[in-house]
């Protein structure tokens, strides 16, 4: 016969089974619900149809003309007025007097290489001069197009050509990634793609359809989140921990920015991207996309520090797998609040970095600091900021007790002995 201590014996981990305990089957639980609201959000609100725009938009917007690509062949000089800039020649455009008493201009002879006209050469007023542009001999530029009333075509010089250095740019950057992160980095970049492709095939042309610009960023996040999380961190407990901590804190940020939104008045007009939506896309909500832009804006940060402080719980079990998980919590918020507050400057810092021309002519408007900073423009800066760590200061402690509590469960194996 064997007798068994009663109740006693070490408690170890047995990684060959899934240990259910309490917390883990709530965590479990509320993923799945998650998941399934995501696929039925997603299914719900796939975009279908074309965006509608104002008649208007392709013959007033600049970002709806037609560009053709070309190279600069020669430069000259001539009229400022000629009637020949824009028009395309085979080979060299018809000679004009530049009238007594006025100053020649600097123009452009460009190849076009591609389009209707391809083949054929336009004259271009040379953007140097004004200090727009660098442009030299050799230089691959893009040519806005515009169609004239007798069907011809008259081009201008609208950008460089840049698509050569900056796809060496990209390969050189995620090279690195799969060489420092290995396996994790290529994974990285697979998911980095997925959530691109999210936003670009569901998050993009449903909000240009007129779709909830709130309920579709939370959905496009969302699914983000489930589609990456596990493939470039793993199927286990941390990414599980870490996914629960996000989803909840991103709920909690949606919340807290909505309410900055509505109780300081910001209407989002000031910027003139958003100006041009209230022109040209009359059925987007402009104050729901600015909410949509909070939500996605916080994102990133959000899964940084939740997947750091589920992974620190992890290492810390690992190292001491007989710490109490309110031991794992403490140590782990001694780490998580280094990294919260590296974090929230590093979130102000982005975003001023990407408001830094506004910042500059802000500075030297003569202007109060008080008005500065509660225009409507920089105040939207501030409260995204503002929203963003306090979602941040919530995922914290959510994601580190989450993980102390389902990361950590462990079996008890009792001990025998032979009678």
């Not at 699914?223 to 286990?236: D, E, I, P, S």
């Not at 003139?272 to 832009?293: D, H, S």
């Amino acid at each position: 016969m064997h007798s068994h201590s009663h109740d006693t014996g070490p408690w170890i981990s047995d990684p060959r089974k899934i240990v259910w305990t309490a917390p883990r089957v709530i965590l479990a639980s509320f993923l799945f619900l998650g998941a399934v609201a995501t696929v039925i959000a997603v299914t719900l609100q796939w975009p279908h149809g074309k965006a509608v725009t104002s008649d208007n938009f392709h013959q007033t917007s600049n970002l709806a003309q037609q560009v053709a690509e070309g190279t600069v062949a020669l430069e000259t000089s001539g009229s400022c007025s000629s009637a020949q800039i824009g028009r395309t020649f085979t080979s060299a455009p018809a000679t004009e007097q530049v009238p007594a008493g006025t100053r020649a201009c600097d123009q452009l002879i460009v190849d076009i290489t591609d389009g209707p006209d391809e083949g054929t050469r336009t004259l271009l007023a040379s953007p140097n001069a004004d200090g727009d542009a660098d442009v030299n001999i050799g230089d691959k530029v893009l040519l806005s197009t515009t169609t004239n009333q007798d069907g011809t075509r008259s081009y201008a010089f609208q950008d460089f050509q840049r698509g050569t250095p900056l796809w060496i740019w990209l390969a050189v950057t995620l090279l690195a990634i799969c060489v420092v992160g290995a396996w994790r980095g290529v994974r990285a970049i697979v998911g980095l793609a997925i959530t691109l492709g999210v936003i670009a095939v569901f998050l993009l042309p449903a909000l240009a359809r007129g779709g909830n610009p709130v309920t579709l960023a939370i959905t496009a996040c969302a699914a983000v989140l489930y589609l990456v999380l596990f493939l470039v961190h793993g199927m286990n407990w941390k990414t599980a921990s870490s996914l629960g901590g996000t989803l909840v804190a991103m709920m909690l940020g949606t919340g807290l920015a909505a309410l900055a939104i509505d109780t300081s008045e910001l209407r989002g007009l000031a910027d003139e991207n958003n100006f041009q939506i209230l022109l040209y896309l009359p059925g987007v909500q402009v104050t729901g996309l600015l909410l949509a832009g909070f939500i996605i804006g916080t994102l990133g940060v959000l899964n940084d520090v939740t997947v750091a402080q589920a992974s620190t719980i992890s290492e810390l079990q690992a190292a001491d797998p007989d710490a109490s998980r309110w031991k794992l919590f403490t140590t782990a918020m001694r780490v998580g609040r280094d990294h919260l507050a590296s974090t929230v400057y590093t979130l102000v810092l982005s975003y001023a970095g990407a408001a830094l021309p506004l910042l500059v002519l802000l500075s030297v408007s003569g202007r109060s600091l008080n008005h500065i900073l509660t225009s409507d423009i920089m105040a939207t800066e501030i409260l995204r900021s503002a929203t963003g760590s306090l979602a941040l200061v919530a995922a914290v402690p959510l994601t580190t007790a989450i993980a102390a509590v389902t990361t950590t469960a462990k079996t008890r194996v009792r001990a025998g002995t032979a009678g």
